[in-house]
């Protein structure tokens, strides 16, 4: 393989169809190559609470723990379940694929009981086998 500079790649442009990473709009791109700002400067701040006011009413919530995480998608998945589960409590977890599993282990790293309702990996749950769990 031929070793170029950093300053000189430039990847062939294509179409991303996977979870990610994906495409991003022309704007987007402009918008990254502005300079960075720190998270304690004055209008990131402003910034920031100008964004959770927004996202509060997105969410239809008063919480003023409302705010944005920067993080993959798993990364959400943990701090939800880390902030609804305490040691010792059940959670049902719908498991067609890995992330399914993925929310399994992070119910079990929180001390907590996963029982699962299962279906074939990248089919919808049956919606029968949740009902029939929760009713146990």
């Not at 719908?94 to 279906?119: H, K, L, S, Y």
Request: aromatic residues 4%.
């Amino acid at each position: 393989m031929h070793n170029q500079g950093l300053s000189s790649y430039h990847p062939p442009e294509r179409l991303l169809l996977g979870p990610g990473p994906t495409n991003m709009d022309a704007r987007v791109l402009a918008a990254l190559s502005r300079p960075v700002i720190g998270h304690l400067d004055p209008s990131f701040q402003e910034f920031m609470e100008d964004l959770k006011t927004k996202l509060r009413v997105v969410f239809q919530t008063n919480n003023a723990m409302t705010l944005p995480i920067s993080a993959p998608g798993s990364a959400g998945m943990e701090l939800c379940l880390r902030n609804l589960l305490s040691p010792g409590d059940t959670a049902i977890i719908c498991v067609n694929g890995v992330f399914g599993q993925r929310m399994c282990e992070n119910v079990r790293r929180a001390d907590a009981v996963c029982i699962t309702v299962e279906d074939d990996w990248g089919r919808p749950i049956d919606p029968q086998k949740l009902e029939d769990t929760l009713r146990k």
